[in-house]
């Protein structure tokens, strides 16, 4: 296989040829695809603490963009809604290619994880799919609104506003 194509496996799984090494979608979480058309800021085969580099790199690189519904800088718009700047962050910084609607990322995104067990790039579904944004630790997420109306960390700890809202914490990698 050539570097960026992909092939059906005999399992009928597919597989995608990214930089000279295969990966199966077994690889992926749960609603997810590979884009072979990015170029991630860290690969399939990285390590966690790689993979958590790259997508608060990518976040943190929108910190202060406006909330503006429906919108996704993937799509040549300027700002996001929640949902399209968390599909927007794992696109890049780890070629995940997902749906940008809150319901979707709720309903059939990651694999979810008790609340305890969060941890830093972890998907945050709050008020069955109502807001998301991303795990970056220290009892913090990175989101797009949630009253900032613009990309930037709001409190993530047992007591704060968001935590109480918390429905699902889905697992990226």
């Known amino acids: 296989m050539s570097e960026g194509t992909s092939a059906t496996t005999t399992s ?6 990214t930089a000279g090494s295969a990966t199966t979608s ?7 695809r590979y ?7 860290a690969p399939l085969n990285a ?19 406006p909330y503006i519904w429906g919108h996704n800088e993937d799509r040549g718009q300027y700002g996001f809604d929640c949902s399209n700047y ?4 794992y696109h890049h910084a780890l ?15 990651g694999t979810p994880v008790p609340i305890k067990n969060m941890r830093p790039g972890d998907l945050v579904i709050m008020d069955k799919g109502g807001h998301v944004g991303i795990y970056v630790g220290n ?11 613009k990309v930037g960390y709001l409190p993530l700890h ?12 889905k697992r990226m990698f």
């Open 95 to 109: 070629g995940y290619k997902m749906s940008g609607a809150s319901q979707v990322q709720y309903h059939s995104v």
């Open 86 to 89: 968390t599909a927007y962050v």
């Open 12 to 17: 009928g799984q597919v597989s995608t040829s």
């Open 35 to 41: 884009d072979s058309s990015v170029h991630p800021l």
């Open 26 to 32: 077994s690889q992926l979480p749960p609603g997810v």
């Open 139 to 149: 009892g913090q997420m990175i989101q797009e609104g949630g009253g900032l109306k």
């Open 47 to 65: 390590s966690y603490q790689a993979k958590v580099d790259a997508v608060l790199q990518v976040a943190k690189g929108k910190l202060g963009t």
């Open 158 to 169: 047992p007591g704060s506003y968001w935590y109480k809202h918390i429905t699902v914490v």
